[in-house]
Every structure is written in C-alpha cells, then in structure tokens.
C-alpha cells in the first residue's frame, strides 16, 4: 500500500514541482508585493509596508480601475453572447451534411490557431483609417466613417467583433463535440410524442448540453476577462480609457508607470473579481439544472 | 535600403583603412574574449540596423567577438531591458538607453560607469576612440561627476519638413493668395502653418491627390501622441519641461505649474484643431506612421522625428517625395526662440540615444570594447548616411555627408546650426509613470471626449498625484 502509494506520490511530483513553482510561487509573490507601496522610480524606491489594506482601500475609490472592471465585465458578456449564439448556430450546421463541410470546417477553425497579437495585427491592417480596406469600403459604398481613434463605441465594438472572430470556433468546436455525443433516445421519443424542432431544442438539446455550455463559458469568460494581447495591438486601450479594459490598466500601472505594489493589488483583487464571477455564474447554472431535472 | 548599401559598401573601404592603422591593437585587445557572444536590444531604427548588420561583423571580423544586437519595436525594447535589469538575469550585454529614460536607469543604478570603468582598466582603453569627439548630445548621458554611463549612437533634432513641390506650385499659390490674403511659404507662425493646413487639405482634394495639410503623431493610444505633444508643440508654445515647477515638482498653475497654463492650453487647441487637416490614419500614428505618411506624400507639412528626415528626402526606393522635401526649424510663438537661445528654453526635442551596459551584463570588458568600436570616428560618416544621425562633431564636415546634407535640404547643416536651440527630455526619474499619468488625457482631447482645456487640468492634476506618491513633492 505504501509502496503504491510512493510510487503514485513519485509520478505526481513532476507536476506538483511545476505547479508550485508556476502557480503557487508567483501567486503568493504578487499577493505578498500587494500590501507594499512600491514603485522603484520614487524618491524611496524600497518596498514600504503601509498596512495590509493599503493598496485595497485606495483601489476600492479608483474610479479609471473600476471602471476598467465594468468594461471588462461588460465586453465578457457581450462577447460571450454573440460567440454562444454563433457557435450554437455554427455547430448545429455542422451536424447536417452540406457540401464542402469539410473545407468549412477547415477554414472556419483557422482563427484559432493564430496567435492573440497577429489577430490585433490583421484586424489592425484591415481597418486602421487612411490605409486598410475596410474603413474604404464602408466609405464608398454605405457612407460610414470607420474611425476607432476617434469614437469610443466604434473601437469598443471592433474589439468586441474581433473577439468574436477569434473564439467562436472554439466555442463551436466544443459545441459541436457535445452535440454529436448526444444519446439519440430522448430525440426519438420527442419525435414520436409529435415535438417540434424548436421545443426539441429548447427542452432537450439544451439541457442536456447544459454541462458542456458551462465549461464553454467558464473557460471563454476567464479568457475574456483577461483579454490584453489583441487589444494592446488595435488600440492601445484608447481612445481615451474606451478599451482599457482591466489588463491593460494593470499593465500600464505596473510596466509604464513601476506601480509594483498597487498592479499586484490590482491584479488579486481582480483574480477575486473573476472567481466570484465563476461562482455565481456556475451556482446559478447548476441550480437551474437541478430545477429542471 | 540604398544607403544602407552605399554604407556598407563605403564602411568596408573605411574599416580596411582603420585595420591598416589600429587593426593589431584590437586584435589584441579582443583575443582574451574571442568566441564571445555579446547580446545588445534596441529600437529598430535604421542606426539600430546599421549597428547591427554593419558595424557589428567588422567588431567581429577585427575581434573574433560576436555581437547579436535584436532590433525591434520601441515598446518590447523597454520591456525586454527593464525586466532583464530589474531581475538581474543578464540577458543583455548592452541596451539602447534613448535620452528621455537615462535619469530612470541611472536612479535606479542599472548602467555600469563607462567613465570608470575605462579608467579601471587601461588595458581596455582603444587607441583613436575619445569623448570628447562627441557632439553636446553625450552630456544627457553622464551623471553629476560628468562620467559618462552610455555611447551615443543616435542624435536627431525634430523638425518641420513641407513637400516643396506643393508649397510651389504656381496654382497653389496664386489660390492661397486669393484666399487668405497673403503668399503661401512654409510656416513661421502658427496661424500660417493651420493656414497652409487647410489649404492643402482642400488643394488635395480638389486636384484628386491624396494628400493632407499635415501631420499628426495623433495616436489615441500610444505615448506617442503624448511625447507630440509635451516634446514638440508644447515647446514650440514655449511650455517646458511638460510644465512641471523644477523647484516643488507640481504641475498645476495653482502651484506653480504650468501644465494647465495658458501657453499649454494654446498648445493643445492649436494641435487638436490641425486633425480635420491630418491624414485619415493620424490618430493611430506613433512616429513610424508620420514619417511613412510623409515618405508617401500624404502630408504637405509636419513635425517629424529627424530619423526619418533624412531617408524621407534621400531614399527613392521607400520615400514617394525624394527631391521635393524642404526643412525647417518648426514655428513657434513669440519669445520661445529667444528664451531658447539664451538657454532658458527650447522649442523642440533633441532626440537619441546611448549604447550603455547593465551591470547584469556577465561580458562588461568585452562589451566595453564594443562600445568603443562604436565610438570611433571612422565610420561616423556612413553611418551618418544611412542612418540620417551624427553624434561625433567632426562628422559635419565630412565631404561624404556634405553631399547627402544637400539632398536632405540642410537637415544636417540645420542640426550642426539650431541643435542648440533644441533639448532633450526633463531630467524626471518618474519620467515613465508621469508621461502614464498624462496619456490618457491627451488621447481623451484628440478623440474630443475632452475639451484641451478640460484635458490639461485633468492631467495635471494626475501628474501632481503621481509625484507626489512617488515622493518628489517633499
């Protein structure tokens, strides 16, 4: 039993030494960093310890970092809405045959496999004013100025589009892998009891998919909370604060402007945020499941 | 492209000739570190890539020391030196420290003295190499004692370039006159240079060209448009030091400040009104786009980085607008120019930068040698050319960078004259985070979230809290 239980111990600790070190190591680091003032440009740049809440206090009344979270959490959900929606369309197609699926399918996963900043990148060439194609062809042909440097909504809803086609092929991807797991019995019978395609999808294939929709929407709104890369490539986070979003606000405190001990407050205090969210969001889900079942 | 070429070509003969007098001593010099590989970061500019692709595999060829320099974006070259200085890791040998960021590093004690260092080991010290050779610029590089922590390898002034084709076309002038009054010229005054915005916007546009009444480093999210603003248009107001009180650090007229003073105020209006008259792209321009926006022919006028300057006027191959770029000092208000050469201002940025060594560095001698190889004079004038910088004095008069300063429009001649007239940035240690605290106020006036006015008091009252949380407002 002990020898089993060494040997399991054994191959484990590869990953539990790598765990520690990636994971818990810099977690507890930035933890610790966030009770100090510290920033190596002040006239002291040593780390001071002010009190455990000192940094949190002042995060609490900081309106430019808590309205960076409103637009984040604001951004998740829209951008979570159109990729469920999307996806949920995209892997429902899939199920049926069409001619040149195959190639659909093929091109339609390709986002996935670019990296966040070449999306920034394309989307940047695509669009910037005076040199991509499109703010042209919205010129010419219906009159609309496109101009994401200078109007807030605009560079909001190109991020929120450029997300959306970067991750709705993961969502319809794992969609589609839960659709096609799907025991057919229940469909059958429904056909038999004379149910609709619509109250087929409504009362069966969505609930059944219900723990799949979770797992896509945990892992898509934890994404997309922490967006950075795409945005940082587009827009910088302008025009003014429009699209800094919470992780490019802390990385501008911390890497432009050396506020260590208030970005790594920052930063659990958005980790929080984050896992409250989850939670609600998954205590919600699985109640409305076990009601229904 | 071609004048990297023509460089390559000229600094082989030049480095043949330099070989022929000091080859042994850096030979010699080198031995105890061939096989070295030396690792350097800086921004890719085309010094940056001369260094790298020139100079470079003659230090090797002479030293039998390797040197990789990475040339990249301005953005990741911050981020790839700080965070190897911060953690210690010496990854880097030597870093590219541009004159705003010196006070930064060296309050934070990253560079190693080169002054000292030298002195230490005289060994190391290479015959044909003296300081003293270098232009003013170098004194942004040394501390207090006058020791000198990095090795210019860049110096430009930004200045005012206008396509002279169209400022001489005979139906825009007698068009301008008809309309304003009096003769088209490139801008001395502000109100002409808005003048002669509006006009070409519209000439442009009526003769089918795709072209604008100026340039705007207008991105609404990159410093970029905040260093436009505090280091060129703000000067040339006769703002200084981004309007911070050198004597209690505030910002804010109520304290003494100037950020959210009139000159300021004039400054921002001024240059938020010049958008309906900039290219389409100008608010998501840093300095890269300027420069291409203006090599492309879709300005007529503009304030733009002295890099650029000179391959804009010189390169067919990248520039649209070769033989028809003129330079200038930029315009200014009343009394900056004289406030500017009696030293008590400036009415632009002195622009550039330094190869220093990290202390994190595990090849300091070697990279000392570098350095020096860097600092000699015998190849100032190619790389003058293909880089469009100088930073030795005696590369001025150098009959080979005489030619292209004719083909450039006397930008050289301009730098040699007026770089006096011109300053690098204040010597803040927040330099980063104030210019952070700023942004967001500047990109919020040129998206028209904020009037300038509403921009400059937000702003000093951010920079205000920002140094007075670091410290400096006592």
Redesign the interface.
Same mark, same amino acid.
């Given at each position: 039993m002990f020898s089993n239980n060494r040997t399991g111990w054994l191959l484990l600790s590869p990953t539990i030494i790598i765990l520690l070190i990636m994971g818990l190591v810099p977690f507890f680091y930035v933890l610790y960093v966030g009770f100090f003032k510290w920033?190596?440009? &002040? +006239?002291?740049?040593s780390m001071q310890f002010e009190g455990f809440g000192f940094n949190y206090r002042r995060l609490i009344f900081d309106e +430019?970092f808590l309205a960076s979270i409103w637009r984040s959490i604001k951004f998740s959900v829209v951008t979570l809405f159109f990729e469920l929606g999307l996806g949920f369309i995209l892997a429902l197609s899939l199920l049926s045959s069409f001619p040149l699926k195959s190639f659909f399918r093929g091109v339609h996963t390709l986002p996935l496999v670019i990296a966040p900043i070449v999306v920034g990148s394309i989307f @940047?060439l695509f669009t910037?004013? /005076?040199?991509g194609p499109l703010?042209h062809l919205l010129k010419d042909y219906f009159g609309y100025t496109l101009?994401y440097?200078?109007? &807030?909504d605009q560079a909001f809803w190109m991020i929120v589009i450029m997300d959306i086609w970067h991750w709705t092929p993961f969502v319809t991807l794992t969609l589609l892998a839960g659709l096609s797991a799907l025991p057919q019995d229940p469909y059958e019978s429904a056909k038999i009891d004379g149910a609709n395609n619509f109250q087929i999808f409504i009362y069966i294939t969505i609930p059944m998919m219900v723990p799949v929709l979770i797992v896509v929407i945990f892992i898509r709104l934890m994404d997309s909370l922490k967006i950075v890369d795409e945005v940082w490539m587009l !827009? /910088? /986070? /302008?025009?003014?604060? &429009? !699209? %800094?979003f919470t992780g490019i606000h802390i990385w @501008? #405190?911390v890497? #432009? @402007? %050396?506020?260590y001990g208030l970005g790594s407050a920052m930063s659990i205090l958005y980790l929080y945020i984050t896992i409250v969210i989850c939670w609600l969001l998954y205590s919600v889900m699985v109640s409305r499941g076990k009601n229904e079942d | 492209m071609k004048n990297l070429i023509i460089a390559l070509v000229a600094s082989t003969f030049s480095f043949a000739a330099m070989a022929d007098g000091h080859a042994e001593w850096w030979k010699k010099a080198g031995a105890p570190y061939a096989g070295t590989v030396l690792q350097g970061v800086a921004e890719n500019t085309p010094p940056g890539q001369f260094a790298g692709e020139v100079l470079a595999k003659e230090f090797e060829a002479l030293t039998g020391i390797k040197v990789q320099l990475e040339n990249t974006s301005w953005d990741s070259m911050y981020d790839k030196a700080i965070k190897d200085m911060e953690a210690n890791s010496g990854i880097y040998d030597f870093v590219y420290i541009e004159q705003d960021i010196v006070y930064d590093y060296l309050n934070r004690d990253f560079l190693v003295n080169i002054t000292q260092g030298l002195a230490n080991n005289p060994d190391l010290q290479a015959p044909g190499v003296s300081l003293d050779d270098f232009t003013t610029f170098i004194d942004y590089f040394k501390d207090g004692s006058g020791d000198v922590f990095g090795v210019p390898m860049e110096a430009f002034i930004k200045v005012y370039l206008y396509r002279k084709d169209l400022f001489e076309a005979a139906d825009a002038k007698a068009a301008f006159r008809a309309q304003y009054g009096y003769g088209l010229t490139p801008a001395t005054s502000f109100d002409q240079y808005r003048d002669n915005a509006e006009f070409f916007t519209h000439y442009c546009a009526d003769n089918g060209m795709e072209c604008w009444g100026t340039t705007v480093q207008g991105h609404t999210g990159h410093p970029a448009s905040t260093y436009e603003f505090l280091e060129s248009i703000g000067p040339s107001f006769g703002l200084y030091n981004w309007g911070v009180n050198m004597d209690n650090y505030h910002s804010c007229v109520e304290d003494g400040g100037q950020l959210n003073g009139g000159r300021a105020k004039a400054a921002l209006n001024f240059w938020t009104q010049l958008l309906p008259f900039a290219p389409p792209e100008a608010l998501q321009s840093t300095w890269s786009e300027v420069g291409a926006s203006f090599a492309a022919g879709r300005a007529a006028q503009g304030w733009v980085y002295g890099e650029n300057a000179a391959w804009i006027a010189t390169d067919a191959e990248k520039s649209a607008v070769v033989g028809n770029v003129g330079v200038m000092l930029p315009p200014t208000a009343p009394g900056v120019m004289t406030q500017a050469a009696s030293g008590n201002g400036y009415i632009g940025y002195f622009d550039g930068g330094a190869y220093g060594i990290p202390h994190s560095s595990k090849n300091i001698e070697a990279t000392m040698l570098w350095l020096q190889y860097v600092a000699l004079n015998d190849h100032q004038a190619d790389w003058a050319i293909a880089g469009g910088r100088i930073t030795h004095k005696d590369t001025y008069a150098d009959p080979k960078v005489l030619a292209v300063d004719e083909q450039a429009d006397g930008y050289f001649s301009l730098m040699r004259d007026t770089g006096f007239l011109y300053a690098g940035a204040p010597p803040f240690p927040f330099h980063g985070a104030g210019r952070g605290a700023i942004d967001p106020f500047i990109y919020s006036a040129l998206a028209g979230e904020m009037t300038p006015e509403e921009a400059l008091d937000g702003a000093c009252k951010a920079l205000d809290q920002v140094m007075s949380d670091l410290g400096y407002q006592g």
């Open positions: 920033n190596p440009l &002040a +006239v002291d740049p +430019v @940047k910037v004013q /005076g040199l703010p101009n440097g200078l109007n &807030a !827009t /910088g /986070g /302008g025009p003014g604060y &429009a !699209t %800094r @501008k #405190e890497f #432009e @402007k %050396r506020f | -």
